[in-house]
């Protein structure tokens, strides 16, 4: 087992009765692009929240090389969180935006100024730093958002739907530039998406998921070519 392999072991969430995740077992190697792909409400979202530390688990466990991590909070886990919103602060630069966890968290000075420029110029975003997240365009400010899930140089990065809300050429830039870092800096990256194509062109492998169980798991070629149920068959045909 590697360093940062993750391993879900019978992992369940539950809100009241309606059961989301059910008894889910599933391992992402270090350094593996998954995309988790499903229609809405298919649980793609409560899996990525609870790898990430903002939603607990009803039952099982989650472990990363080997160490349990499912009762850390989030910032004791050293995964990147990107969102399909950004969620940046409007009134506060590009750079401040990106160095703000880092002052959450106690980083000396110096130090945050170097971070933020080396985060900045991974996603080619030196020279808007001094700007306000409004006079970016969607697909700059989604950088940005990169930026700051990148700051602290993390091993792992959670993606959810994070190019949902671009258009369609900004979005296919994007995908390029996110698999070009996958790569670059040996990321793990878990994807969580509901568009078909976008999994099949991005991931080293997907996980299809339906009503909170893996109905199939495998390279994208193996989706596509071997779909092993109807359900699978039926969601991937709905790009073609
Ligand atoms: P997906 O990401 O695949 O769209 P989600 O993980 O967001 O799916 O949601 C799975 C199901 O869990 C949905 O039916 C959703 O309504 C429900 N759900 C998610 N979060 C909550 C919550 N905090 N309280 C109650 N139900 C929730």
Redesign the pocket.
């Known amino acids: 087992m590697s360093q940062s392999d993750i391993r879900f072991e019978k992992v369940s ?1 539950a ?2 009765t ?1 059961r ?2 059910d008894d889910l077992d599933l391992n992402i190697a270090q350094g593996e692009f998954l995309s ?1 792909l ?12 609870m790898l990430a530390g903002f ?1 607990a688990p009803s039952g099982g466990t989650i472990s990363v090389g080997g160490r349990r991590v499912d009762h850390l909070p989030p910032h004791k886990r050293n995964m990147g969180v990107v969102f399909q919103n950004y969620a940046l602060f409007p009134h506060m630069s590009v750079a401040a935006n990106v160095a703000f966890p880092l002052e959450m968290r106690g980083v000396a000075r110096s130090e945050i100024e170097e971070k933020v420029t080396r985060a900045l110029d991974m996603v080619q975003l030196g020279a808007m730093k001094d700007r306000r997240p409004v006079q970016l365009s969607g697909g700059q400010q989604q950088r940005v958002a990169l930026a700051r899930a990148l700051v602290f140089e993390p091993s792992v990065v959670l993606m ?2 994070p190019l949902g809300a671009l258009d369609k050429q900004l979005r296919e830039q994007m995908q390029l530039d996110i698999r070009a870092l996958h790569k670059r800096l040996g990321l793990t990256i878990v994807f ?1 998406t ?1 568009d078909q194509s976008e999994a099949l062109t991005m991931s080293d492998r997907i996980a299809v ?1 339906n009503r ?1 169980k893996i109905e199939q798991i495998g390279s994208p070629r193996e989706i596509y070519d071997q779909p092993r149920s109807r359900f699978v068959a039926q969601f991937i045909g709905e790009t073609n």
């Open positions: 969430k809100y009241g309606l989301v995740v988790l499903g229609p809405s409400g298919s649980g793609k979202t409560t899996i990525l929240m939603e959810d739907e969580v509901h998921f909170g």
